[in-house]
């Protein structure tokens, strides 16, 4: 009885040290999953670098980080973002917000990526925060080198009206992101280059 005290402090102590090293291995891993764009034979993973060469090109780039799990609900992960997709809402008069998931088990998953591996655009932004997974939007500008850039968790792109781009996912085959709208129907795809 007389360790009790002694025994509760210790479990006490080794908890904060186990929490400290899982924070730190998190931390570490967040580290490694990083966006990258490649352009004119080089690879960036500076997010104010890739920021600053996306919107020379007119394409919007933000860290918005991570502040959820693969465990969150869609409805969880909006309320989470909920001031970001608020002041983006407001900024590009988006009016509606929802979650989309690609994944391995994801019924007529070939179909579906066959669709946006094709280059296309859209009458309206495509606008993509990445909560899970990966994907990478090949961007082509007017008159310069296509933008390849992979999206990773805590990324948002947004890639304007009529922009000519394609998406495909990486060897995970896995993507969640959240998407905003300017009207309630969305967006489909529209593929001649001349629509
Ligand atoms: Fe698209």
Redesign the pocket.
Same mark, same amino acid.
């Given at each position: 009885m007389a360790d009790a005290p002694y025994d509760s402090y210790k479990n006490w102590i080794e908890s904060l040290l186990v929490f400290g090293s899982n924070e730190r291995r998190i931390g570490h891993l967040r580290n490694q999953i990083m966006a990258e764009l490649k352009f004119q034979n080089t690879t960036e993973s500076n997010p104010s670098k890739i920021k600053q060469t996306l919107g020379q090109f007119g394409i919007a780039y933000e860290r918005w980080g991570n502040r959820h799990s693969s465990a969150n609900t869609d409805s969880e992960i909006l309320v989470l973002y909920e001031q970001e997709i608020s002041q983006l809402k407001t900024s590009a008069n988006y009016v509606t917000a929802d979650l989309v998931a690609l994944r391995p088990e994801t019924p007529n998953l070939a179909t579906i990526c066959e669709k #946006?591996v094709k280059e296309? *655009? *859209?009458n309206e932004d495509?606008v993509r925060f990445c909560v899970e997974g990966e994907g990478v939007f090949e961007l082509f500008p007017e008159n310069a080198e296509p933008l390849v850039f992979k999206a990773e968790p805590g990324d948002l792109i947004v890639?304007p009206a009529k922009y000519r *781009?394609? #998406?495909y996912l990486t060897e995970t085959k896995m993507i969640r992101c959240i998407r905003l709208f300017k009207t309630q129907d969305g967006w489909e795809?529209l593929y001649e280059k001349e629509a």
């Amino acid at each position: 009885m007389a360790d009790a005290p002694y025994d509760s402090y210790k479990n006490w102590i080794e908890s904060l040290l186990v929490f400290g090293s899982n924070e730190r291995r998190i931390g570490h891993l967040r580290n490694q999953i990083m966006a990258e764009l490649k352009f004119q034979n080089t690879t960036e993973s500076n997010p104010s670098k890739i920021k600053q060469t996306l919107g020379q090109f007119g394409i919007a780039y933000e860290r918005w980080g991570n502040r959820h799990s693969s465990a969150n609900t869609d409805s969880e992960i909006l309320v989470l973002y909920e001031q970001e997709i608020s002041q983006l809402k407001t900024s590009a008069n988006y009016v509606t917000a929802d979650l989309v998931a690609l994944r391995p088990e994801t019924p007529n998953l070939a179909t579906i990526c066959e669709k #946006f591996v094709k280059e296309h *655009h *859209h009458n309206e932004d495509e606008v993509r925060f990445c909560v899970e997974g990966e994907g990478v939007f090949e961007l082509f500008p007017e008159n310069a080198e296509p933008l390849v850039f992979k999206a990773e968790p805590g990324d948002l792109i947004v890639v304007p009206a009529k922009y000519r *781009h394609l #998406f495909y996912l990486t060897e995970t085959k896995m993507i969640r992101c959240i998407r905003l709208f300017k009207t309630q129907d969305g967006w489909e795809a529209l593929y001649e280059k001349e629509a």
